[in-house]
């Protein structure tokens, strides 16, 4: 994301200083709370857009909590009580229907955030969110988001940045649904995964994390053997190859190229 201009940042040693404050230096929890919160700090833009002040309430309200791969933070429709920002691992935001089909939105990884739709809305879940990897989620209590909202509106700009790249992509999506074929919705979704959680690497892009043909399926809005069709295409055509499990586009520029979507990756 593009920082954004005036958003003033507390620097990592007035953020120490902040913690220290309310924990003791040295305490079991001072060591926790450093360690975990000057990483998120770092890759969290919600967080970072926080004048100190509001931080510090942040970091004395908020609590973390650990959730095993697997393990489900809340189901759709759910009652909305919490603001979620990944520390560690790794969310899938998806919704089921009851004849097992599933689509998933997203794949959220450390320092980004969700569940503020319904919260923001007044309303419930609008999709399950689920930790793929072992995760560790800092849980701000919608009392406390609201107040930061209505106190600092730098936070508000950063959340509406946020949303408005959502649904710019949540568009592209309903686009590909309808003018792309299954081999052109599998590439646009691998430069979306690499231009979201992706390494630059010998000339291509490593998609970070793993993904299995399933979880694909689930992202693209098809099934199964499309997919893999689809993936199989693309490793022939030198676009697209696996490393140790990892997807790696060879040459993102093409592919874009190919899917008639000319910014750069
Ligand atoms: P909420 O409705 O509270 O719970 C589900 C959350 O999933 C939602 O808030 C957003 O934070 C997140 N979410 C919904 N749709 C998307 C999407 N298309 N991309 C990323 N996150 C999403």
């Given at each position: 994301m593009e920082p954004l201009g005036g958003v003033i940042q507390p620097t990592l040693r007035e953020i120490d200083d902040l913690i220290a404050s309310y924990c003791p230096k040295g305490s079991p929890e001072y060591t926790k709370i450093t360690g975990m919160s000057l990483a998120l700090l770092r890759s969290s833009p919600l967080l970072r857009s926080l004048p100190p002040a509001a931080l510090r309430r942040v970091l004395k309200f908020a609590r973390w909590r650990e959730f095993p791969a697997?393990?489900?933070?809340f189901t759709k429709y759910d009652q909305a009580s919490h603001l979620f920002i990944i520390g560690r691992g790794r969310v899938k935001i998806f919704s089921a229907s009851a004849g097992k089909k599933r689509k998933t939105f997203a794949y959220l990884g450390v320092g980004k955030f969700f569940g503020e739709m319904a919260l923001l809305e007044g309303r419930e879940r609008s999709a399950s969110a689920q930790a793929v990897e072992d995760t560790q989620l800092l849980l701000i209590h919608k009392r406390d988001f609201k107040a930061m909202l209505l106190e600092d509106s730098k936070l508000a700009v950063t959340l509406l940045h946020v949303l408005s790249d959502r649904l710019r992509r949540a568009n592209e999506e309903i686009e590909g649904l309808m003018f792309r074929n299954v081999l052109g919705r599998v590439s646009k979704t691998l430069i979306t995964l690499a231009e979201q959680s992706g390494k630059r690497w010998r000339g291509g892009m490593l998609i970070g994390g793993k993904f299995t043909h399933q979880e694909l399926a689930d992202l693209v809005g098809t099934t199964r053997e499309p997919l893999s069709r689809a993936l199989a295409a693309l490793r022939r055509a030198d676009l697209v190859e696996v490393r140790h499990g990892q997807l790696f586009l060879r040459d993102p520029r093409k592919m874009r190229d190919l899917v008639g979507d000319g910014a750069p990756v």
């Open positions: 697997g393990m489900d933070v």
